[in-house]
């Protein structure tokens, strides 16, 4: 059973941080591409970080680079986003999501926790 939780979300003034979690079950975390996505109201989603199994390889969006940063807690097997240096243009709710590397599309998503820079 696929299963992906995200914590760490809420509301933060411009220039502060936040770190998202997402917790995974089954054999996610170890073989599976994982990755940050976001959607904001009338937006289209967005793919923010990804991170790829074995050599750790992170894709960063345009966006986001240079501020955001995504892990792997491996203890936990938790997905982690430290997101500094926030801008209201970075509000938006952040879902985690994974998929089998080599498919274009992410098959598997958590619920989504929201972020609100103001």
């Known amino acids: 059973h696929v299963q992906l939780v995200e914590s760490g979300g809420g509301s933060v003034q411009p220039g502060g941080s936040l770190r998202l979690s997402c917790a995974s079950s089954?054999?996610?975390?170890?073989?599976?591409?994982m990755g940050w996505v976001r959607q904001a109201p009338g937006k289209e989603r967005e793919g923010v970080a990804a991170?790829?199994?074995?050599?750790?390889?992170?894709y960063y969006g345009d966006s986001v680079k240079g501020r955001f940063t995504i892990s792997k807690g491996n203890a936990k097997k938790t997905l982690y986003l430290q997101m500094n240096s926030l801008k209201p243009e970075d509000t938006a709710m952040y879902y985690c999501?994974?998929?089998?590397?080599?498919?274009?599309?992410?098959?598997?998503w958590g619920q989504g926790t929201q972020v609100t820079v103001s």
């Open positions: 991170i790829s199994p074995g050599s750790g390889r992170r």
């Open positions: 999501a994974a998929k089998v590397c080599a498919l274009r599309e992410y098959g598997y």
């Open positions: 089954g054999s996610i975390y170890d073989t599976m591409c």
